[in-house]
Every structure is written in structure tokens, then in C-alpha cells.
């Protein structure tokens, strides 16, 4: 099976707790997604069509850890092929293989900002 | 204006809470956030790769692999997306020592029905049914004290110091857009 969409953190997506959902993809929402990312929070695949692949592998990479090639590939959008499993309304993608990644593609920022706010810390500024 | 009056109205919006079918004697606190419901249940902590795919280590992956719980009532696999900690964090390493038991557990569960058919976890505490006492679901933070001996002698939050997270921004910068996009935002910014 071969899923294409943006790598996305699901807490936020699903929880409404940072904004609406589309406010929390993109790079507006980019260094949340890594801190979740690494926090070990699920990683998703929002597809065009809305749909939500929950990541439980990424090729060699069990995920919940959070620290190695799943955490790079954050808001970039991705063709990736693997299994598919579908259980209690949930779809669930182990990926075997990330067939073409065409980087960050939803530049939001303008529209959103950064979500949170603080993403960035005022240190950043010069 | 980079954030305009639409978002910011979108990003104060209030969910409503409400009570679910496994709410009753639930002590979760709430979080106000989407389709949130309390929710204690019993159930058999599971390594969520292995019970879709047959691949099982012993320890269910220690933390490493997404974890849940096949809830007793009804044999539905709950996902466990978050621990009860605000700061970034899942629920693997809450639940990976639990690996195989049946425990009741008790947290929201999470999600805004009109994106998914089926809800995520919050979990907020562990208790093994032969045992008395609620094991707090808060422990990530310090697993990843642990794991990052220099780095948690910074001062500020663990996810403004995770090497790896500060490497990536290092070089892509918080926007994942290049270095050179991310100093023109950030100019407009903090205007």
C-alpha cells in the first residue's frame, strides 16, 4: 500500500489543544511537531483526502522513541509504501519504505504564525 | 499582521467536555481539550506493533513502540497518545513496564469526532489489578533526564535543550524552511 501526505504530530491535530487542525500542521506548527515528535507522541500521515495514518514503524524506526529519522522528516510531505491495518477506527502504518519526499511543502506560516507562540523563543531574535 | 484576527479567535475557541460510557468514577483531571471525556477502564496493556503484526519482544519494546490497552468491556484497542505531563509527551514509557498485564487505568480520552472515528488516550494513571496503589503516568521527563545527563543541566524545559531537537533547528531552523526564511520571520515576529 502507498500513502502520500504530510508528516504530522497527532495530539495536536486531534486534540484541538494548540488550534484549529489546520493550524497545527505545516511550518507554522513545525518545531511543536518535533518536540512532539520526540516527546514520543504518535506520528501521523494526514493524507489529502483528510484521512489520519497513525505511524507505528518508519522503515527500521519503531517511533515511539522519537529521536532518529522520524523526527527529520516532521511537516515534510511524504509518498511512503508499507502496511496498512485498520482496527477500532483507526489506521495504523508500518512503513517499509519513504518512496519520495518532497520536503516542507506547507509553508502556513504566513496565515498562522507559529503554534504555539513561544515555538520560537525570543532568544532567537538577534 | 502575521497572525490575523480569524486565527486567534480559532486558536481561544473553548471545546465542550463530556461525559463517555466509561466515565463513571473516573478522578482524571481535565484538559479542555477536543471530544474530551473521562474515562477509567480495565484492560491488557499491549505493544500496539505486535498485536497488529505478530512481532512481539518480551518487553514490548521498553518505550520504544507505541503501546495501548484492549479494554475489557468491549476488546476495543485503545491507543495511548499522551502521558499526563504538559510538556510534549507520550505514553509508551508510562505503559512499557506494564507490558502484558491487565491494569485499570484512568485518563481522557481525546479527539475531535468530526477527524477521527475513534478517540486517543490521555493517560494520567496506572494501576495493576493486583496491587493497591495508582502509578502516576509522569515519568518521561525524567527517563529523559536520565538519557541526557548535559543537557539537563541547562536551565529551561527538556524540549527547548533535546540535543537532536536543537540540531535539526540548527540547521533547517524552526520553521524547517532554511536558516535564511526563518531570521525574516523571525524579525516580523517579535516586531
Given at each position: 500500500?502507498?500513502?502520500?501526505?504530510?508528516?504530522?504530530?497527532?495530539?495536536?491535530?486531534?486534540?484541538?489543544?494548540?488550534?484549529?487542525?489546520?493550524?497545527?500542521?505545516?511550518?507554522?506548527?513545525?518545531?511543536?511537531?518535533?518536540?512532539?515528535?520526540?516527546?514520543?507522541?504518535?506520528?501521523?500521515?494526514?493524507?489529502?483526502?483528510?484521512?489520519?495514518?497513525m505511524v507505528m514503524k518508519w522503515q527500521d524506526e519503531?517511533?515511539?522513541?522519537?529521536?532518529?529519522?522520524?523526527?527529520?522528516?516532521?511537516?515534510?510531505?511524504?509518498?511512503?509504501?508499507?502496511?496498512?491495518?485498520?482496527?477500532?477506527?483507526?489506521?495504523?502504518?508500518?512503513?517499509?519504505?519513504?518512496?519520495?519526499?518532497?520536503?516542507?511543502?506547507?509553508?502556513?506560516?504566513?496565515?498562522?504564525?507559529?503554534?504555539?507562540?513561544?515555538?520560537?523563543?525570543?532568544?532567537?531574535?538577534? | 499582521?502575521?497572525?490575523?484576527?480569524?486565527?486567534?479567535?480559532?486558536?481561544?475557541?473553548?471545546?465542550?467536555?463530556?461525559?463517555?460510557?466509561?466515565?463513571?468514577?473516573?478522578?482524571?483531571?481535565?484538559?479542555?481539550?477536543?471530544?474530551?471525556?473521562?474515562?477509567?477502564?480495565?484492560?491488557?496493556?499491549?505493544?500496539?506493533?505486535?498485536?497488529?503484526?505478530?512481532?512481539?519482544?518480551?518487553?514490548?519494546?521498553?518505550?520504544?513502540?507505541?503501546?495501548?490497552?484492549?479494554?475489557?468491556?468491549?476488546?476495543?484497542?485503545?491507543?495511548?497518545?499522551?502521558?499526563?505531563?504538559?510538556?510534549?509527551?507520550?505514553?509508551?514509557r508510562e505503559l512499557a513496564p506494564f507490558c502484558g498485564?491487565?491494569?485499570?487505568?484512568?485518563?481522557?480520552?481525546?479527539?475531535?469526532?468530526?477527524?477521527?472515528?475513534?478517540?486517543f488516550y490521555q493517560i494520567q494513571t496506572i494501576r495493576?489489578?493486583?496491587?493497591?496503589?495508582?502509578?502516576?503516568?509522569?515519568?518521561?521527563?525524567?527517563?529523559?533526564?536520565?538519557?541526557?545527563?548535559?543537557?539537563?543541566?541547562?536551565?529551561?524545559?527538556?524540549?527547548?535543550?533535546?540535543?537532536?531537537?536543537?540540531?535539526?533547528?540548527?540547521?533547517?531552523?524552526?520553521?524547517?524552511?532554511?536558516?535564511?526564511?526563518?531570521?525574516?520571520?523571525?524579525?516580523?515576529?517579535?516586531?
Amino acid at each position: 500500500m502507498t500513502i502520500s501526505g504530510e508528516v504530522i504530530d497527532t495530539w495536536c491535530y486531534f486534540s484541538g489543544v494548540m488550534g484549529p487542525p489546520d493550524s497545527v500542521t505545516g511550518s507554522a506548527h513545525h518545531t511543536c511537531a518535533m518536540w512532539c515528535a520526540a516527546g514520543g507522541i504518535p506520528v501521523g500521515v494526514l493524507a489529502e483526502d483528510g484521512t489520519v495514518y497513525m505511524v507505528m514503524k518508519w522503515q527500521d524506526e519503531t517511533g515511539a522513541s522519537g529521536g532518529g529519522t522520524i523526527l527529520s522528516v516532521q511537516s515534510d510531505s511524504v509518498t511512503a509504501s508499507g502496511d496498512l491495518y485498520e482496527r477500532d477506527g483507526i489506521n495504523y502504518l508500518v512503513v517499509a519504505d519513504v518512496v519520495d519526499n518532497s520536503g516542507l511543502v506547507n509553508q502556513n506560516h504566513d496565515d498562522w504564525g507559529v503554534v504555539p507562540p513561544y515555538a520560537i523563543p525570543k532568544s532567537a531574535k538577534p | 499582521m502575521i497572525l490575523r484576527t480569524a486565527a486567534i479567535a480559532a486558536l481561544l475557541a473553548t471545546p465542550v467536555l463530556a461525559e463517555g460510557a466509561f466515565s463513571e468514577g473516573s478522578k482524571a483531571k481535565g484538559w479542555g481539550v477536543a471530544g474530551e471525556e473521562k474515562a477509567l477502564f480495565t484492560g491488557k496493556v499491549v505493544d500496539i506493533l505486535c498485536e497488529l503484526t505478530g512481532d512481539c519482544p518480551a518487553d514490548c519494546g521498553a518505550g520504544d513502540r507505541q503501546m495501548g490497552i484492549v479494554r475489557d468491556a468491549d476488546n476495543v484497542l485503545v491507543l495511548a497518545s499522551k502521558n499526563s505531563q504538559p510538556a510534549f509527551t507520550g505514553a509508551a514509557r508510562e505503559l512499557a513496564p506494564f507490558c502484558g498485564q491487565t491494569v485499570e487505568v484512568d485518563g481522557n480520552l481525546v479527539g475531535d469526532t468530526d477527524l477521527t472515528p475513534a478517540k486517543f488516550y490521555q493517560i494520567q494513571t496506572i494501576r495493576p489489578l493486583d496491587a493497591e496503589a495508582v502509578v502516576k503516568a509522569n515519568t518521561w521527563t525524567k527517563v529523559w533526564a536520565q538519557l541526557n545527563p548535559e543537557a539537563k543541566e541547562v536551565k529551561g524545559p527538556w524540549f527547548r535543550k533535546d540535543p537532536k531537537i536543537n540540531a535539526l533547528i540548527a540547521e533547517s531552523g524552526y520553521l524547517g524552511l532554511g536558516l535564511e526564511t526563518d531570521a525574516e520571520f523571525i524579525d516580523e515576529w517579535f516586531e
